[in-house]
């Protein structure tokens, strides 16, 4: 299935870069993609173990051949802040917080688990005041179960 260059989002069809929404105006400031689409067996087991699907979110990256991060950060919440520090372990890169953030210029990777659009422009914001040399945003999945080809 192809998605939307900016935001990830399943595209329909071919005919569009990006879906339907992004082309009326860019919703985030930041390149995003996630590794699953949303099911309630994935949706009960981020809740309870996300530590568990690091991997898929450390496959995903692979895939999508992102830069080596500099570090990497989590969104503000509990599920993203487990995951984010097992995919961290496993891509061997640091975790730190925007605080802890010394130097401009550096490739940073926000992993969060599964947000809506105003949770991560909230977690991305304090990010984008670092000088980041990029900011890539890579989800468990897209939030929710709405449909999001609007
Ligand atoms: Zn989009």
């Known amino acids: 299935m192809e998605h939307c260059a900016h935001c990830f989002t399943p595209l329909p069809d071919l005919k569009h870069r990006f879906c339907a ?7 985030l400031t930041v390149a995003r993609a996630f590794a699953f689409d949303p099911q309630a067996p994935l949706l009960a087991l981020c809740a309870c173990a996300p530590e568990e699907l690091a991997g898929f979110v450390a496959y995903q990256w692979v895939q ?18 487990r995951l ?14 925007v605080r802890e953030i010394k130097s401009p210029g550096l490739e940073l990777l926000i992993v969060d688990a599964i947000s809506p659009f105003d949770h991560i422009r909230r977690g991305v914001r304090p990010v984008l005041e670092t ?20």
Not at 138 to 150: C, K, T
């Open 131 to 150: 000088s980041p040399k990029s900011i890539y945003q890579l989800s468990l999945a897209p939030y929710g179960f709405r449909n999001y080809l609007d």
């Open 64 to 81: 999508l051949d992102w830069p080596i991060p500099d570090a990497i950060l989590s969104l503000p919440d509990t599920a993203s802040f």
């Open 21 to 27: 929404r992004c082309r009326r105006g860019l919703p």
């Open 84 to 97: 984010s520090k097992a995919v961290s372990h496993l891509l061997c890169r640091p975790w730190i917080e």
